[in-house]
Nanobody, 129 residues
């Protein structure tokens, strides 16, 4: 199944945006949810994810301390709050539920998706310098 991301836009360096990930017909809190991004000419990378059972979160190094992933069960939505945005954050952002999560003890160390997985609607984030 595919999820829909929204909330992107044009923002100046140092600004903030909050992305939303929504689904219809099934509860997102049954699944671990991840945010991915793909910048022009670059491979898609996993940015952040949140586990559905433990609530554990993971952030790629480049966004630690700036991005926060969270859930709102009542709204069936997962958010990505992005603060202190940088030009290198410019990308199309997608969210997804069918993740492959790698754990070490009780911590998430990385996450991916199957290479042939379909992607839902993404949202463009453009950060100007």
């Amino acid at each position: 199944f595919q999820l829909q991301a929204c909330g992107g836009g044009l923002v100046q360096s140092g600004g903030s945006l909050r992305l939303s990930c929504a689904a219809s017909g099934f509860p997102l809190d049954y699944y671990a949810i991840g945010w991915f991004r793909q910048a022009p000419g670059k491979e898609r990378e996993g940015v952040a994810c949140i586990d559905n059972i433990s609530g554990s979160t993971y952030y790629t190094d480049s966004v630690k301390g700036r991005f926060t992933i969270s859930r709102d069960k009542a709204k069936n939505t997962v958010y990505l709050q992005m603060n202190n945005l940088k030009p290198e954050d410019t990308a199309v952002y997608h969210c997804a539920a069918d993740l492959d999560i790698n754990w070490s003890d009780s911590s998430i160390i990385n996450f991916t998706r199957a290479p042939d997985a379909a992607w839902g609607q993404g949202t463009l984030v453009t950060v100007s310098s």
